[in-house]
């Protein structure tokens, strides 16, 4: 029997979507997107031109500060999503330093919606032929080499374990604050 891996990956990516992560951040305010746990945790800044950019550092620092649900949830909207759909799907302009980051939670919530069912419809019409072609320069060297499918397991990862953080952050800040207050 054949494995239908478009379809396993997308039915992973949907159940965590649709029963863990799109439920967990209803309601989700400003207060709690820019909530800074501990001091100096990294978030998303409006920039001098009007944009929005995280915070960040190259190499990044050990330990990793702390970050905000605006930077997590910035990192799966832009990295995760958008840039990846735009160099595996679209004409490769676009990357981390110009896409402006969401600047506020409601913001975050649509894009974030948006880029996850742009992405999935992509995925799903994929065939393992494409799946198996190489990542190439689409993305870093480090996966140049691998199979798209590696690729798209990798980040199906990354979606479950920064989502995962979200709404443990969006727990501390209710226990710390009480019922999420409104902006």
């Not at 239908?4 to 439920?23: C, H, K, T, V």
């Not at 190499?59 to 970050?67: D, L, Q, S, W």
Request: without cysteine; aromatic residues 12%; charged residues 25%.
């Amino acid at each position: 029997m054949a494995l239908n891996w478009n379809g396993e990956i997308l039915a992973q990516m949907r159940f965590y979507w649709d029963f863990s992560l799109w439920p967990r951040l209803e309601g989700l305010t400003d207060a709690e997107y820019y909530w800074e746990p501990v001091p100096d945790s990294w978030t998303v800044r409006r920039l001098p031109d009007g944009r929005h950019a995280p915070d960040g550092a190259y190499p990044a620092p050990e330990p990793p500060p702390v970050t905000t649900i605006a930077w997590r949830l910035g990192h799966i909207v832009v990295d995760l999503f958008e840039t990846r759909i735009n160099w595996h799907f679209g004409d490769r302009t676009a990357n981390r330093d110009t896409i402006d980051w969401p600047g506020s939670a409601a913001e975050a919530r649509q894009r974030l919606r948006n880029a996850y069912l742009t992405w999935s419809d992509h995925v799903q019409e994929l065939d393992d032929d494409a799946l198996a072609v190489p990542v190439g320069d689409a993305e870093a060297s480090q996966w140049s080499d691998f199979p798209l499918v590696v690729l798209i397991l990798h980040l199906n990862r990354e979606f479950i374990h920064h989502g995962a953080e979200i709404a443990l952050l969006r727990d501390l800040h209710r226990a710390r604050f009480g019922a999420e207050p409104t902006d």
